[in-house]
């Protein structure tokens, strides 16, 4: 029998080697395993990535989805928008992860006036020193999911003010020319005579507020053009007062379309209501209330703008705000024979906001005339009250005023883009 050596059994000397031995294979499994877990994790974040795209890429404002969404009378899914987003993903992979297999699972649907994507991926990752445990992969999965609200459909009912008053010059140097030449700041055109101040501030170069309006309008139908993602997405119709003042009343100068080059065209027709002579009617020619009233029954029923059989419904009303007609009864103001002159009398907005139409208004200033007397006895009292008239008029938000020396076309563009207000994808 061997004898062992005196105090062999009450050493420790050795044993922090062989726990090291016994220990340095977990320990390194452990640490191999932390890096293959790192591995995947960083895997998993460029998939996230990538599904982040493809969502979001899906159904981005000028994508394929959104265009075929804008044609879909009803909810569904999107088989355009799903192969886009596949395309979208697999662009974004590359480097290692053009190795790895994913399944995809991508959903596309318009529900109501919102598209919403979903991006879910799944791939296993091998691993390498999680072998030693046995396990030869790690899966990583996720979602990614994107949410547009399209366009909304509208359709514009374009109310412009053409009757006398538009005929002021533009700007105060054109109203200055005018006055030097006729003594007069309004181009009046009167019938009666050959020549006269609308013939005259013609042959001057003079422009009237109701040439600018005219020119603004036609632009506003090109930057519709430029604004809608489908071509049925906005439609337009174009109003005035009236051609002449022996028949004025709601005149349509353009009805209802889509085609917005069409609209621009018949818009050359809009110009200053004429009058057979000077003083006509006791130059009662403006009647907001009248034009209003009438609006009202030619606007239908506002939708909820999700469908182009169901488009919101705006007034575009471009005025100078000062009411001139008969109403020797209800006049806001004072009268003289019956004659009203006023600010826009709001009660006869009211009906088309109370059944949804949105009222958008641009208020072209009313220039003050202090050379003019009638101008000192009638309009100047009220003249403060113009601009809040209008205002009230219009659905909150939804009022702009622009002066002479501004751009009347700017504005438009201005008040039309914040109807349509920009849609906005979330993520």
Request: with cysteine.
């Amino acid at each position: 029998m061997a004898i062992l050596p005196p105090g062999f059994i009450a050493d420790r000397s050795g044993n922090f080697g062989i726990m090291t031995a016994l220990l340095m294979v977990p320990l390194l499994g452990t640490a191999g395993m932390a890096l293959d877990f790192a591995h995947a994790l960083s895997l998993r974040t460029q998939l996230y990535a990538a599904a982040d795209a493809a969502a979001v890429g899906s159904i981005a404002e000028k994508s394929g989805a959104v265009a075929t969404a804008m044609t879909m009378s009803g909810n569904g899914t999107i088989s355009l928008g799903k192969a886009d987003a596949r395309n979208i993903f697999m662009s974004q992979v590359s480097g290692e992860l053009s190795e790895v297999h994913v399944d995809l699972g991508i959903d596309v649907t318009k529900t109501a006036n919102k598209l919403n994507s979903q991006v879910s991926f799944t791939a296993t990752v091998p691993t390498t020193f999680m072998r030693i445990f046995g396990r030869d992969s790690i899966t990583i999965s996720g979602t990614a999911t994107a949410e547009y609200q399209t366009a909304a459909f509208m359709d514009f009912y374009i109310l412009l003010d053409n009757t006398p008053s538009m005929g002021v010059g533009a700007t105060p140097s054109d109203v200055s020319k005018l006055e030097a030449k006729t003594g007069c700041a309004f181009a009046c055109h009167q019938m009666d005579q050959a020549t006269n101040n609308y013939t005259i501030a013609k042959s001057l170069g003079v422009a009237m507020r109701i040439d600018v309006v005219r020119q603004a309008t036609q632009a506003l139908t090109d930057t519709a053009k430029t604004e809608r993602v489908s071509s049925d997405q906005f439609r337009m119709g174009v109003y005035t007062f009236g051609t002449k003042a022996e028949d004025a009343k709601l005149t349509t100068i353009s009805s209802l379309t889509s085609d917005l080059t069409k609209v621009k065209n018949y818009t050359d027709a809009v110009d200053l209501m004429t009058i057979p002579y000077q003083n006509y009617n006791q130059d009662q020619l403006t009647s907001f209330d009248s034009a209003m009233t009438q609006m009202n029954t030619i606007v239908d029923p506002a939708g909820d703008g999700t469908s182009n059989t169901s488009p919101e419904k705006i007034l575009f009303f471009v005025a100078d705000g000062v009411g001139d007609s008969y109403k020797p009864t209800s006049c806001t103001k004072k009268t003289t024979g019956g004659r009203c002159q006023e600010p826009i009398d709001t009660s006869f907005c009211k009906p088309l906001k109370d059944r949804g139409v949105k009222i958008a208004v641009l208020y072209t200033t009313y220039l003050p005339l202090p050379s003019n007397s009638w101008y000192n006895t009638w309009i100047k009292p009220f003249q403060s009250e113009i601009p809040t008239r209008m205002q009230a008029c219009a659905s909150p938000g939804l009022y702009f005023e622009v002066t002479p020396t501004e751009g009347i076309a700017d504005a438009m563009k201005a008040l039309f883009l914040k109807v349509i207000r920009a849609p906005r994808i979330t993520s």
